[in-house]
């Protein structure tokens, strides 16, 4: 069974990670620079399997 604790961070930095992707997407249909697109889909991919690992944890 899932901590109530690790649950509540998985979703946190699943919901971190979504913004990123969402600034992401943002600052490309903006016509940002590519680099920094790049960055945030990276932050994001971070913060995804920082959720994935908090919310598979026993």
Known sequence: MVRPRAWWMGWWYVSLGAGFVLLGLRAWLLGARFW????????????????????RRR
């Not at 920094?36 to 971070?46: C, D, E, Y």
């Open 36 to 55: 920094t697109v790049v960055l945030r889909w990276l932050i994001a991919a971070g913060f995804l399997l920082l959720g994935w690992l908090e919310l």
